[in-house]
T-cell receptor
Framework: EAGVVQSPRYKIIEKKQPVAFWCNPI?????LYWYLQNLGQGPELLIR????????DSQLPKDRFSAERLKGVDSTLKIQPAELGDSAVYLC???????????FGPGTRLTVT | GIQVEQSPPDLILQEGANSTLRCNFS?????LQWFHQNPWGQLINLFY???GTKQNGRLSATTVATERYSLLYISSSQTTDSGVYFC???????????FGPGTRLSVLP
């Protein structure tokens, strides 16, 4: 069984540029999560999808961050414009439903210069 | 929101030693999971354990929900156990999933 796939693995951009991350969850998993992980800290939940519906986006900075999960399968997280403080690892995870056992992708390491 | 604390923050062991990692949380939970983040950054789900005890090989976990803590036991540690261990919880009264700050484990050969 394939795991959670994320791309790109690494991204370097200049501040004020846009950036997008892609995630493909484990087949059959209805729930998809995007997390942000700063160096030396635990992941922080940004948004959770149940199928194509965003059921919790209270932690997503909506002025510059957006996400979508069309057709309830893969998902895209976008930042526009990026700021220096957005440098972090962006993790995608999926589970069969709810907050049950979550499986994480390898993450995308973003560096904003 | 719910608060999660983990102890110790750092732990250094010789290969073969046993260890206990602790997770305290401030409110009732629906869900508690333990994760291992290896030195390459990959997060692996170890246990889904909102209550009770589970064992998987050299690892076991116990959650005492009424006293708001969980313990992760690692026996006969190996160098491949090195990394950061996170506890994460879902509050019974909220929809968020909160990670603790982690315990960084180094197992020396």
């Amino acid at each position: 069984e394939a795991g959670v796939v994320q791309s790109p693995r690494y991204k370097i951009i200049e501040k004020k540029q846009p950036v997008a991350f892609w995630c493909n969850p484990i087949s059959g998993h209805n729930t998809l999560y995007w997390y942000l992980q700063n160096l030396g800290q635990g992941p922080e939940l940004l948004i959770r999808y149940e199928n194509e519906e965003a059921v919790d986006d209270s932690q997503l900075p909506k002025d510059r961050f957006s996400a979508e999960r069309l057709k309830g399968v893969d998902s895209t997280l976008k930042i526009q414009p990026a700021e220096l403080g957005d440098s972090a690892v962006y993790l995608c995870a999926s589970s069969a439903r709810g907050f049950n056992e979550q499986y994480f992708g390898p993450g995308t390491r973003l560096t904003v210069t | 929101g719910i608060q999660v604390e983990q102890s110790p923050p750092d732990l250094i062991l010789q290969e073969g030693a046993n260890s206990t990692l602790r997770c305290n949380f401030s409110d009732s939970v629906n869900n508690l999971q333990w994760f291992h983040q290896n030195p390459w950054g990959q997060l692996i789900n170890l246990f889904y354990i909102p209550s009770g005890t589970k064992q998987n090989g050299r690892l076991s976990a116990t959650t005492v929900a009424t006293e708001r803590y969980s313990l992760l036991y690692i026996s006969s540690s190996q160098t491949t156990d090195s990394g950061v261990y996170f506890c994460a919880v879902e509050s019974r009264y909220g929809q968020n999933f909160v990670f603790g700050p982690g315990t960084r484990l180094s197992v020396l050969p």
